[in-house]
């Protein structure tokens, strides 16, 4: 009997396909202990979430699997499925990203959860409710009793995550597989899942494997550290040897890209050419009065908006941040009229922007532009890049052919593209590519206003910093206004010059970045503050562990 | 899941698909022989399939006449290979007239929503209250029988099918961002619909129109038989059928015939339409 609770040597996995076999994990060897933390590091792709799969041994079956995986002293690479299914939910659990979709929603909570024990543990169905109930308490859900006989929609995300693992607990299994369990939450609900998994792990002796694409939890959370990068480990060791002396420069290079406060590695964003006195009036081209949408409920009503007022100056890069919920993505569809706002006016260049002002809210539609958070869902797949960048120009102005594509390939050129990617579709292109052709579409018609609903929420972090960067290079050379919609403060600070803190379709708090970051006036602000990872715990993590 | 398969093009899954599974290859040389037999049939038939002749009527199949002669003496192979035209034509104008009034209705209704989509839905239901047959048959009795009228009439109750399956994919694809940032840029709502949302929303379609091909063959061989349908001296395969009532207990081969024809054509377009759906949606997987 090894130390290791689960041991994984040589692991293959590899998918046949008909032009050429994928290996997603090629000779991977990882283990766990009790009561440790694994993070196992990468970007979509690198073979991370296959490796865990085999692990619980639910591989698809056109891949297979070679090498050792051995969990509390049963080996599972050629197991039978019994052996496995045995071991799954008993020995070990999974928790995967999104726990909304983790529950069936026509079943209550407790009914589902205890049928999982009463399977595998042989327990009556009273047993397995207040087994549920204890763990419930565990994982410091809000009155456990009552939790069992709702719906799943009736609990919020980090909820939902919560009452996952704690199935994980009352199963006692002996190690956890975390798939990105805190990427579908908010900030301020991240930070108290990871708290519980770390607190968990010290008091069950759990073996956890947290897999993330985010270094600054990794190194909150975790005890050691593998990268993965093409179904290859090239980096493992604990937190401090991996992060604080990265051998492998992919490693740097994850280390560089991770967005965190206090670390400003661009230049300050927006130097030099906007006017900081916000209450400049003639500067101001979009203004927001009263802006308020609201949805009718059985109830009542909902408020998706409450009274919003805000003005954008010109060359300005203001940030609008907020939880899910909180209205962010209603209020940049009601700038637009792509949802008719209830109350409030909205003003473009001192003109009035509704329904009823055609000619007004199509110019400014021309001037406005927008960049969605999913570039896989942005880009029509039947079109040509040309055709989608020409796209606005075509439909919008009256250019010739020849101009429209000339201009094409200059805003392509502007975004990194070049002409030789004119004729693909999409598909072709990577999730970092396609959000630049997105942006590529946005700036061809030269706009004085864009507006980014969380450009790099889909995006590799390593991509992230790339489009980051774009962005700041851009709003320096076009001199052109963003509106950056946004639940990741490290970005606030690296990209805007000013902020808007949206809270239950409210603005609570405005002003420029230092004035808000360095002394925010709400509790809220303060909490989502406190729960961002921060450069410099981040550099003491390192070092002192 | 498997990487590798994603990345493969239409013409090399229809490859796979000839390779692996044999009952669409039976369906596309089933499809392709009657398409030939129709093209050809006025130079391939031994005899002219209205030449009456009575000295032979009723005879059995023989290597003179290889499906034997009707009550007319007429030659049943020669007929049924002219008989392959008006199905074929049959198949294909229905579905086409059918998704012509369809598609468009779809397409407004998803996109809009609302009240048109209300209005639009509530008329189609209309339509689709009927048992499947009676509907053409009361629409072929007002508008008086005849081959034309029944293809009509055909389409007309078919056309909420394919209304209904094309407006439900429309409701998803204009949730798309590819869509939401085409209505940012204020662009006319029908050139959304017709480059941004239709391409996007008409694979469920087309494997539902070629799934249908089979069966509006079949309802018009169906009219025909009950004499609403083609009237002679149209060469239908259900007119032959029907014209057969009353001998065909002595007399198997005025029927037989053309039935096997019925059965050959529409069992081939329904393994050619099972395979264009593997074809084109890439969900289905079949187990190979």
Redesign the interface.
Known sequence: MSEFVLAVKDLHVT????????E?VRGCSIQVRPGEVLGLVGESGSGKSQLSLACMGLT?E??EVSGSIVLAGTELVGADKETIRDLRGDKIAMIFQNPMTALNPFYRVGDQLADILRVHHEMTDKEARSALEKSFKEVALPDPKAALSKFPHQFSGGQLQRIMIALAVSCEAEVLIADEPTTALDVTTQKQVTDLLRRLVDEMQLGLIFITHDMSVVAELADRVAVMRQGEIIEQGTVADVMGHPQHEYTQLLLASVPMLGDKKSTPPCSGFLSQDARVEGDSFLEVRRLSKTYPTRGGVVHALKEVDFRLMAGECSALVGESGSGKTTLA?SL?Q?LQPSAGQIYFEGKEISKNERKA??EA??N???V???PY???????RIVD?VG??LL??TDLDQATIRARVIASLESVGLSAEHLQRYPHAFSGGQRQRI?LA?ALV?EPKLIILDEPTAALDVSVQAQVVELLNELRERKKVAFLFITHDLALVERLANRVLVLYQGEIIERGTVEEVFQNPQQAYTKNLLASAPRFESFQKRIHQS | ?????D??TLS?RAG?LIKHNRLFVVGLIIAVSFLLIALTASWIAPHDPQAIDFDTKLAAPSSQHFFGTDVLGRDIFSRVLHGARTSLLTGVLVVSMALLIGLPVGLIAGYYGGRVDMVMMRIADVFLAFPPLLLPIAITAALGPGLYNALMALAVSWFPWYARILRSSVIAVKE???V?????????PI?IML??VL??STTPVIVQASMDFGYTILAAASLSFIGMGARPPTIEWGLMISSSRSIFLEYWWTAFFPGLAIFILVWGANLLGDGIRDLLDPHYKDKR
């Not at chain 2, 899941?1 to 398969?5: I, L």
């Open positions: 998918f046949r396909g008909r032009r050429r076999d994928v997603a698809a056109s891949g569809m637009l792509l809210l199509k539609r021309r406005i532009s927008v969605f958070q999913n869902s942005s880009l029509n797949p039947r079109m989608i796209e606005p439909v919008l997105a579409r018609l | 899941m498997s990487a590798a398969d990345e493969l090399e796979d798309e961002l590819f939401k940032s085409s209505q940012a840029m204020g662009m006319n050139r480059k941004h391409p996007n």
